[in-house]
């Protein structure tokens, strides 16, 4: 016959005994504190004491050492100037090209689509291009409210901690009180260069060797402006194909210079600094049509690569559709 329970060594046993019944509440309550064995949670007092003391030391530590690699690292940090700069940087030296206004909506982000008789469509286009450019238009919004802006010309530098203004209220059918020409079906798109600290442009401002690429219209206009005017970076928006030529019609550029002048150059992170923009007025461009446009800065340090379906500095590409 079998005999539940252990037999130990001096001949006696230990039985086996059914576990205490314990409802639910019991049991969780005999969790969080268990005065028969004096646990709370699982340990004792004393367990949980060194345990908390541990991992204060531990957390603490942690985070001193943040503190110190923290502190190492912002003391290395110039506010003003980047580290690497020009071809030490991830940026380089190729600024890009960027143009406004752009949609909100990510599905047509390079497509300027409206109907110039529709009110609303034309209000949501012009509403995007007053918030792009209300620095431009109030300088009490900048850092410092604009009062280091100066005037400029090609004759007088820029004065030191001082910036140029941009005044696009003085360009005719692209100044906001004329809705940037959307209203008549004559939209004016905004075209910027990248800001890249430190770099300066080199010009094309030898009228006898300009690039056999560019275009005549810019051509004839380089040879036409004044010689203090030549130290520009030029822009010129064509259409990317043949029959988007035959759509896009004829093009106006403010400021008159068409292009970025010099004295905007280099960026140098000055407070209130605002970068030049070039306003293309579409004059009369084909309605109810898709027309692809592509505009490109020229300056001989803006590589330009021409190929489709290829990010290139210099150049910038959008879609232009205005219905009746």
């Not at 001193?64 to 580290?83: F, S």
Request: glycine letters at 8%.
């Amino acid at each position: 016959m079998s005999v539940p329970g252990k037999q130990n060594q001096n001949n006696t046993y230990e039985f086996n005994r059914m576990p205490e019944y314990k409802t639910r509440w019991r049991t969780v309550r005999d969790f969080i504190h268990d005065p028969a064995e004096g646990t709370y949670c699982g340990n004792t007092g004393k367990k949980w004491a060194i345990t908390g003391i541990f991992y204060t030391c531990f957390f603490s530590a942690l985070a001193l050492l943040c503190a110190i690699c923290m502190k190492g690292l912002m003391a290395t940090i110039d506010y003003e100037k980047p580290r690497w700069i020009l071809e030490e940087s991830l940026i380089g030296t190729n600024p890009g090209l960027g143009f406004r206004p752009i949609s909100n909506n990510t599905d047509e982000r390079s497509l300027i689509w409206y109907s110039s008789s529709d009110p609303n469509s034309v209000q949501k286009w012009t509403r995007l291009l007053d918030t792009f450019l209300a620095e431009y238009q109030n300088s009490s919004l900048l850092p410092n409210g604009g009062r280091n802006q100066q005037i400029c010309n090609y004759d007088t530098p820029v004065k030191p901690g001082h910036v140029c203004a941009v005044e696009v209220n003085n360009w005719g059918p692209c100044s906001p009180a004329q809705q940037y020409g959307f209203n008549n079906s004559a939209p004016c798109i905004f075209i910027k260069l990248n800001r890249i600290y430190g770099w300066l442009p080199e010009y094309y401002n030898d009228t006898e060797n300009l690039p056999s690429e560019m275009p005549q219209s810019l051509v004839k206009h380089i040879k036409s402006v004044n010689s203090t005017w030549l130290n520009t970076v030029w822009v010129s928006c064509t259409g990317e194909d043949p029959h988007d030529n035959e759509s896009i019609g004829e093009l106006n550029y403010y400021p008159e210079g068409q292009g970025f002048p010099g004295y905007y150059y280099p960026y140098q992170n000055i407070p209130g600094y605002l970068s030049p923009v070039v306003a293309v007025h579409f004059l009369r461009p084909a309605r109810n049509r898709i027309i692809n446009v592509q505009c490109r800065a020229w300056a001989k340090n803006i590589k330009y690569t021409p190929s489709k379906g290829k990010r290139s500095g210099g150049v910038v590409h959008f879609e232009l559709m205005i219905d009746e």
